[in-house]
């Protein structure tokens, strides 16, 4: 079966830049998604299709997917970001997550 | 708008079997997959399946095959998730997601809990 690789945490400073890899074999010749969950809620959709943002995501999102690895990063980083996040892609017929990213802001 | 509410928290013993009805409204149901994701405790997320809505054509993960079958009511678009022989690592929260793209969950539901335990 099809494995995502994504770092366990990811610290960063409010207002740098955070960036979020999720790593597997020919990854960049699939399409990738990009979830978003805080504590107790359900998962929410920040990035689809390698780097399209859904209507309402903030413009510091984004996304990029080249030869193995995606990456997810968020510019201007504020503690509201702080979450887990996992990427998600697809192959034939089924789909895949990564082990998820916890982001700390401090 | 787009809402996805899911049935309640469930208990059950090993070996039984459980269904989780989710229940869409804002928007037409024919038109959408519904996908299924789970979330152990403590856990992250693990893709269970996809369903469309139009045709009830299936695309289940692998190791659920023969335990997990999902199906769609147009009549009330409701999706449902049956999972089979129960076994305490089945122990989650369990999603339900509209698709806009195939495998693309744009809504999600509330999640409901299954709880295996003897």
């Known amino acids: 079966s099809y494995e995502l690789a994504q770092p366990p945490s990811v610290s960063v400073s409010p207002g740098q830049t955070a960036a979020i890899t999720c790593s597997g074999d020919g990854l960049g010749h699939k399409s990738v998604c990009w979830y978003q969950q805080k504590p107790g809620q359900s998962p929410l959709l920040v990035i689809y299709?390698?780097?399209k943002r859904p209507s309402g995501i903030p413009e510091r999102f984004s996304g990029s997917n080249s030869g193995n690895t995606a990456t997810l990063a968020i510019s201007e980083t504020q503690t509201m970001d702080e979450a887990d996040f996992y990427c998600?892609?697809?192959?034939?017929?089924?789909?895949?997550f990564g082990g998820g990213t916890r982001l700390t802001v401090l | 708008q787009v809402q996805l509410v899911q049935s309640g928290a469930e208990v059950k013993k090993p070996g039984a079997s459980v269904k989780v009805s989710c229940k869409a409204s804002g928007y037409t149901f024919i038109n959408y997959g519904i996908s299924w994701v789970r979330q152990a405790p403590g856990q992250g997320l693990e893709w269970m399946g996809w369903i469309s809505a139009y045709k009830s054509d299936t695309n289940y993960a692998q190791k659920l095959q023969g335990r997990v079958t999902m199906t769609t009511d147009t009549s009330t678009s409701t999706a449902y998730m049956e999972l089979r022989s129960l076994r305490s690592d089945d122990t989650a929260v369990y999603y339900c997601?509209?698709?806009?793209?195939?495998?693309?969950?744009?809504?999600w539901g509330q999640g409901t809990l299954v709880t295996v335990s003897s």
């Open positions: 998600q892609a697809w192959d034939s017929s089924t789909a895949t």
């Open positions: 299709q390698d780097f």
């Open positions: 997601a509209r698709d806009v793209f195939r495998f693309v969950s744009d809504y």
